[in-house]
């Protein structure tokens, strides 16, 4: 493998590790502003407690959802290579250092991506499950009458 197939590879990896960053913070603003949407329905809607159950269920999954996406952007500042390495050395240190071995910084950036994209998988599920136990408290709400 040549050292700019290696280059490449370095570069869509951390494309590919903003893009799940992106997109975790995109759905990190959603579930909020659902939760705070889910709070104000419950607040002002007579509803039955069977829906209160199923809307709680809901609520708690994506509080469980909100975990999980802020643990896909958490900085991980551990590892003995890149830039948190770099913020530990002098300037002699640095330049007299080996030169970045790009190998293995695409095998532990790849790792990193397959880490937060799995976050991101269970955080997707969970949202989505939670859109159920919603669909479920409304219309457990309605058919027994708790939002007339």
């Given at each position: 493998m040549?050292?700019?197939?290696?280059?490449a590879?370095?570069?869509?990896?951390r494309a590919e590790i903003t893009r799940t960053d992106t997109k975790a913070g995109l759905l990190i603003a959603f579930v909020g502003a659902v939760l705070?949407?889910?709070g104000s329905i419950a607040h002002d809607?007579?509803?039955?407690?069977p829906a209160y159950i199923a809307g709680g269920i809901g609520a708690a999954l994506l509080a469980a959802a909100a975990v999980?996406?802020?643990h896909v952007v958490r900085p991980r500042l551990?590892?003995?290579?890149g830039w948190p390495l770099w913020a530990t050395l002098t300037p002699q240190q640095l330049l007299a250092s080996e030169p970045r071995d790009i190998a293995t910084d695409v095998i532990g950036l790849s790792r990193l991506a397959a880490v937060?994209?799995?976050?991101l998988r269970q955080a997707i599920d969970l949202i989505l499950t939670a859109g159920a136990a919603f669909v479920v408290a409304a219309v457990l709400a309605l058919a027994l009458g708790g939002a007339a």
């Open positions: 040549s050292t700019d197939d290696l280059t590879m370095h570069a869509e990896v705070a949407g889910a809607v007579p509803m039955t407690l999980l996406l802020l551990g590892g003995r290579h937060k994209f799995t976050g």
